[in-house]
């Protein structure tokens, strides 16, 4: 950042007394800090983040200035290039009120990269992940525990990453094939079922070159089976009750009458339904839809041009059977998610889908929908295309964002977030408010897509284009609030931005 921006953000730092997931606040006066927890986390999260030294947030954030502005950036990059991969961080000096400050810009690596660790720890304990104040207060009862034995507050903003966390980074990087595991309890018997038979018949139909292979052949290429034992794509797809050998690999479905878990209706019932749903992935599907059909509102509707009657369902069918199909496709099935379900909730306003493995790869929110993403599980997704339950097209999500619109329903919300990734319906009942303040002014403002200068401009004088671009700008792209231009590559000198 250029100096008067960092003038601009230490005042506003001042004013607003608080840090943030893209922001880190040090005082520095008496030499260096480590560095490591953050180096991690915010190189390992979406937009990267800043460190401001010379602030001292313990003594009401007052601006207390470093002890020298040289040393303390040859520290920095010292504890940088101890990282892995190593970091170049950008530093800039400013003087605030007759006290010098140093800001660090740590820039987010490419996710074929991640996670970034330091290496004296190694890459499970050494690698972190940012966190705000509602993620804190979501930790297990194991770690506060933990934190109150050592009589020691957690580390703020930053916490260690999860075995998991770091695996599914692992398993992208290095190609690992979870459904392709074997099923050690199963056999070849328990998935040549009539729906593996006609399985063959429609993949002999649809690939003619491989017609005249041997069933154990086509078995072994189409990742079914792996030394005639069955793996867990085979299972899951032609077993009629894959549960036998992975309990959990199920759907859960609740319906509660209020917004909120917990709320307990007038005589005092949990649920309205409540279904556990078994069997293969097609029948989850069919079944986990005629849940989610059984208990949301039918409306009937008079067209005024026609005088004809016509129902129409409290959410598109289509745009929630192409959800639960993603949740049941995509979701990770690697031994670390065993013990994991999908989820449906169906409260008053809205409805969610959540599935254990967060998005996959190089795909981000902000481009969810509009380019090919990279497949976690390619011989699952391939198998039911040939079945013809979806056309493996990447088509939808676009689906489901036309579905909603053409009922003229709030836009789905999309979640990606420790591990999890989440789908939010919403009927109408209750719809979020529109954003406020300096939110509400950039959605208007990017009306007409704009550039990063065209932002910094607007905001002259209000804001720091570093501040816009990691407290407003970058949540409101996450959110799919604001769209990027070019969002196969949102680090590009052309980029701009834009609202609907």
């Not at 409101?476 to 590009?492: C, Q």
């Amino acid at each position: 950042m250029l100096e008067f921006e960092l003038v601009e953000m230490v005042n506003k730092i001042s004013q607003t007394r608080t840090e943030s997931n893209y922001l880190e606040i040090k005082a520095a006066r008496d030499g260096c800090p480590k560095l490591f927890d953050t180096l991690s986390s915010f190189s390992n999260q979406y937009g990267g983040g800043v460190i401001v030294f010379g602030v001292d947030e313990q003594n009401g954030f007052e601006v207390c200035g470093v002890y020298d502005p040289a040393d303390l950036q040859k520290k920095i990059m010292e504890q940088a290039v101890q990282m892995e991969p190593e970091l170049r961080p950008l530093c800039t000096v400013a003087v605030v009120n007759g006290k010098t400050v140093v800001s660090a810009e740590i820039q987010e690596i490419d996710n074929e990269l991640k996670p970034c660790f330091y290496k004296g720890a190694g890459r499970l304990k050494g690698s972190y992940v940012r966190v705000g104040d509602g993620d804190r207060r979501r930790q297990d009862a194991a770690a506060v525990a933990t934190q109150l034995a050592a009589r020691t507050p957690p580390t703020k903003g930053n916490r260690h990453m999860t075995e998991y966390e770091v695996y599914s980074y692992e398993a992208f990087r290095k190609k690992i094939q979870d459904e392709l595991r074997i099923a050690e309890r199963a056999e070849l018997s328990d998935i040549d079922t009539d729906a593996h038979t006609e399985y063959l018949i429609a993949m002999r139909k649809k690939k003619p070159n491989l017609a005249d292979l041997t069933n154990d052949k086509i078995n072994s290429l189409q990742g079914f089976a792996i030394d005639k034992k069955p793996t867990l794509t085979g299972v899951m797809l032609f077993s009629p009750y894959p549960q036998g050998f992975f309990p959990q690999l199920c759907v859960t479905a609740v319906s509660i009458q209020g917004t909120e878990m917990g709320a307990d209706n007038a005589v005092g019932e949990r649920f309205i339904d409540n279904a556990r749903i078994d069997g293969n992935v097609v029948n989850m599907l069919d079944e986990t839809l005629k849940f989610v059909r059984k208990n949301m509102k039918t409306a009937t509707c008079i067209d005024p041009q026609t005088g004809k009657r016509a129902d129409r369902t409290e959410y598109p069918v289509i745009a929630v059977r192409e959800l639960i199909l993603n949740a049941l496709v995509h979701r990770d099935y690697s031994n670390h998610t065993d013990f994991t379900p999908i989820t449906v909730k169906m409260f008053s306003d809205r409805i969610e889908i959540e599935n254990p493995g967060g998005l996959y790869g190089r795909m981000t929110l902000d481009r969810l929908g509009k380019v090919a993403a990279d497949t976690r599980n390619p011989f699952l997704a391939n198998a039911i295309e040939v079945i013809d339950v979806t056309e493996n097209r990447y088509s939808g999500i676009p689906t489901v964002y036309s579905a909603m619109k053409n009922v003229g329903l709030p836009e789905p919300k999309f979640e990606n977030e420790r591990g999890v990734f989440r789908v939010t319906l919403y009927n109408g009942t209750e719809i979020t408010p529109p954003p406020s303040g300096n939110e509400a002014d950039l959605l208007t403002f990017c009306q007409t897509p704009r550039t990063r200068a065209e932002l910094e401009e607007h905001f002259k004088g209000r804001l720091s284009i570093n501040y816009l671009m990691s407290q407003i700008v970058h949540p409101l792209v996450e959110s799919g609030k604001l769209k990027l231009t070019i969002p196969d590559k949102p680090k590009s000198k052309n980029q701009r931005y834009y609202s609907q």
